[in-house]
């Protein structure tokens, strides 16, 4: 009497042969028009693959610069229907973060970081905000240390404005 066991379990293991798994890969180019990024990534054995589409979380999007490492999921193990799902580029990865912090960075060095202790450090050449109304609420103190500060219209102070003239 044959082992089906066995005969189910080689049917099996060649069936996964022919599936493939997810795979590192380089990213070479990113298309940023149209309603999902498309990559196009180098993989394995310099395999060329285009048109892998780039999935983000929702309410986060991120170009990654050219070099950055990938990982690829072949949608039912096909290839031809891969998709990024995770991407790295340890050149510009802000090092040195503790336990539960978290960090948006750039390759030019801007970054945002929610630190420890409720602190949050963003670091940047310019901040620019753009919005309706902006409120600042501290309940014990506001320091700016700049050479100037200025209004292009009209400031209202309740207390009482000092100086030192120069």
Request: glycine share 10%.
């Amino acid at each position: 009497m044959p082992d089906f066991s066995a005969l189910i379990d080689k049917r099996i293991r060649k069936a996964l042969g022919g599936i493939r798994l997810a795979f590192r890969s380089v990213l070479t180019c990113i298309t940023t028009t149209g309603g999902v990024q498309t990559a196009q990534v180098a993989g394995l054995a310099s395999e060329g693959l285009e048109g892998i589409e780039m999935f983000q979380q929702y309410g986060f999007t991120t170009v990654p610069p050219e070099g950055a490492m990938a990982i690829v999921l072949p949608l039912g193990g096909r290839t031809s229907h891969g998709i990024v799902i995770a991407t790295e580029h340890s050149s510009y990865r802000l090092q040195g973060l503790e336990s539960g912090e978290v960090a948006i960075y750039t390759d030019e060095g801007a970054s945002i970081v929610l630190k420890r202790n409720r602190i949050i450090a963003v670091t940047c050449d310019d901040w620019e905000l753009d919005c309706k109304r902006m409120k600042v609420s501290a309940s014990e103190s506001v320091a700016f240390t700049t050479p100037e500060l200025s209004t292009s219209a009209k400031l209202t102070a309740q207390g009482l404005i000092s100086g030192v003239e120069s």
